[in-house]
């Protein structure tokens, strides 16, 4: 690198020298005429000349590379729109506006100028930034390169809360071949600044929110080389809305609409038919919908379609079981376990907050069978029942009669049958309601927080 060279005369057209050295280790491009022939390619040869070098006039002081970036737009989890900013120093490229028409900034083409080799670890794609590319050039020779590009970079994903799920994802700008003996990495701007620029720019762009971007500067060891690093964490967070109205509230429907189910009476044969279009529509939804849900991994959201799938399932066959012992009860009822039979008197029992008088015409189970909504009340067999208990002291016509007795037991047993199925239907709604509530409470939370 020669520093002394003839200094063309002022006001004279630009022929041979291109760089005039000026005090200490500073150059001095020869601008004269540039006010009035336009700026002359010729003056900046030597400088395109060394583009293969890194720009100092001292090879043991490192050149500091400052960075800054922009998200403009954030297309899926992994894809942001960026513009990332390059702002270095070149000791080569200066001149005094005044000799220059009070010219202070110049665009030169990047291809021509030596460039950081700055790259972000996480990239996982080719970079297909459009070439031809322009930098900004100052009269201190200041170099500003701007660098639009769209990073495809890896990201540990936690989908576990899915659709209200937050990222944090990191992109690490480093020099690939300088060390820190050659090139340390500096801030352009304050984190908080490209922050806000950045929350501005993607408020009302895609799904995801940019929640906050933060910083923190490294330095990486290999081998016995370290490179200066910059650690950009960037924490986003999904728009919820979409799947909500997609997924969540289809789905509610579906399981609020076969909790309503229970309102058809249990002996009714309209039940289980019903059940089954609902169970049949749930899973042609799921099969549509699949292809909202994240293609790995095992979100909150999975459980709950899982859980609404098989709510759905335990309830048909509670269904057929239900339509089969009734029928089995009014044709030949068979008989009842004790355990049973002392569970149902448990259930069907009246809570001392609650307390019912006892009824004359039921012995064996004294509170009044336990009402849902919609479903039949067997009194026609309970009004049997009565007479052959009530005859040993009211004296019935015919109380000694075994027949009677017989039909008696049966139809105690067909009562006892029918309150089981009751119970059965009211544990089961009673389990959809706490499985709704439970749901629409965690929606909110997550929601909100």
């Given amino acids: 690198m020669q520093k002394h060279q003839p200094v063309p005369n002022p006001g004279t057209p630009l022929t041979g020298s291109l760089l005039s050295a000026g005090r200490g280790h500073t150059f001095t491009i020869n601008c ?8 002359d390619p010729a003056a900046f040869q030597a400088v395109f000349d060394r583009k293969a070098f890194r720009p100092v006039v001292n090879y043991s002081i490192p050149t500091r590379v400052n960075i800054s970036f922009t998200m403009s737009a954030i297309v899926e989890v992994v894809s942001p729109d960026s513009t990332l900013q390059w702002i ?27 460039l950081p080799d700055i790259f972000i670890e996480e990239f996982m794609d080719v970079d297909q930034t459009a070439t031809g590319l322009m930098a900004y050039v100052n009269s201190e020779g200041l170099i500003k390169y701007d660098k639009p590009m769209k990073v495809v970079s890896i990201c540990n994903l936690d989908i576990f809360y899915f659709p209200f799920d937050e990222q944090n994802c990191t992109l690490t700008f480093s020099s690939f071949i300088y060390t820190v003996e050659n090139v340390v990495l500096g801030m352009e701007k304050k984190v908080q ?7 501005n720019l993607i408020r009302s762009k895609g799904e995801w929110v940019l929640l906050g971007i933060h ?9 016995t080389n370290q490179y200066d690093q910059i650690i950009f964490y960037v924490a986003i967070r999904r ?14 429907f579906l399981v609020a609409i076969d909790a309503l189910s229970f309102y058809l009476p249990a002996e009714s044969e309209n039940r ?7 169970l049949l529509g749930y899973n042609v939804f799921l099969l549509m919908m699949n292809d909202l849900l994240p293609a790995t991994g095992t979100p909150l959201i999975s459980i709950y379609f899982a ?3 098989s709510l759905m399932v335990v309830s048909l066959l509670e269904t057929i079981f239900t339509t089969y012992l009734l029928h089995l009860a009014t044709t030949q009822p068979p008989p009842m376990p004790q355990w049973l039979h002392s569970l149902l008197l448990y259930w069907a029992s009246p809570r001392k907050c609650c307390p019912t008088a006892p009824q004359k015409g039921n012995k064996g189970l004294s509170p009044t069978p336990t009402h849902l909504p919609g479903v039949k009340e067997p009194v026609e067999l309970v009004g049997k029942v009565s ?6 002291l009211n004296g019935c016509p015919g109380s000694a009669g075994t027949q009677q007795e017989e039909e008696a037991q049966k139809q105690h047993l067909v009562d006892l049958w029918v309150k089981f199925s009751h119970v059965m239907d009211t544990l089961l709604f009673r389990l959809y309601l706490l499985f709704m509530a439970t749901s629409i409470i965690t929606v909110i939370v997550l929601w909100n927080t």
């Fill in 272 to 278: 289980a038919p019903f059940k089954m279009t609902l």
């Fill in 88 to 114: 270095w120093y070149n000791p080569f490229i200066r001149w005094n506006p005044e000799e220059c028409g009070g010219i202070r900034k110049i665009s030169i083409a990047a291809k021509n100028l030596w």
């Fill in 215 to 223: 910083q923190r500067m490294m330095k990486m060891t290999v081998g």
């Fill in 307 to 309: 859980l609404c799938l």
């Fill in 32 to 39: 004269s005429g540039f006010d009035r022939y336009g700026v």
């Fill in 193 to 199: 600044e490209i922050s806000n620029t950045s929350q």
């Fill in 239 to 252: 728009k919820p809305s979409l799947y909500v109205i997609n997924l969540l509230v289809p789905s509610g």
């Fill in 387 to 392: 007479c052959p208990i009530e005859s040993e």
